[in-house]
Nanobody, 121 residues
Framework: VQLQACGGGLVQAGGSLRLSCAAS????????MGWFRQAPGKEREFVAT????????YYADAVKGRFTITGDQAKNTVFLQMNSLKPEDTAVYYC???????????????WGQGTQVTVSS
């Protein structure tokens, strides 16, 4: 499975960005796609995930109510709509593919290259 993420950029606090991640290669019906982020000097942390067969979503507390994860099954693409962005959201955002269900990086087998999101105050 190959993942290609894009959509990052520089935005002022309170602004919005939409990230997308397209999956190609071998994909299965029952899988999850998620977003993680990693700020300088910090560990990679869970942001959001979606189960592909049910469309069930899970969010980190830090982004609930501001971020929305959706998926386009026909295009094997997952999106992360980020609203009301804060400086603390600044990080490299990674999309990931997993065959089970989880919110830990170890639950995901394939990773995209990452896209930088910078929120200025």
């Amino acid at each position: 499975v190959q993942l290609q993420a894009c959509g990052g950029g520089l935005v002022q606090a309170g602004g919005s960005l939409r990230l997308s991640c397209a999956a190609s290669g071998r994909t299965f019906t029952n899988y999850i796609m998620g977003w993680f982020r990693q700020a300088p000097g910090k560990e990679r942390e869970f942001v959001a995930t979606i189960t592909w067969n049910l469309g069930t979503t899970y969010y980190a507390d830090a982004v609930k109510g501001r971020f929305t994860i959706t998926g386009d099954q026909a295009k094997n693409t997952v999106f992360l709509q980020m609203n009301s962005l804060k400086p603390e959201d600044t990080a490299v955002y990674y999309c990931a593919w997993g065959a089970g269900l989880g919110t830990a990086p170890a639950d995901y087998k394939y990773w995209g290259q990452g896209t930088q999101v910078t929120v200025s105050s």
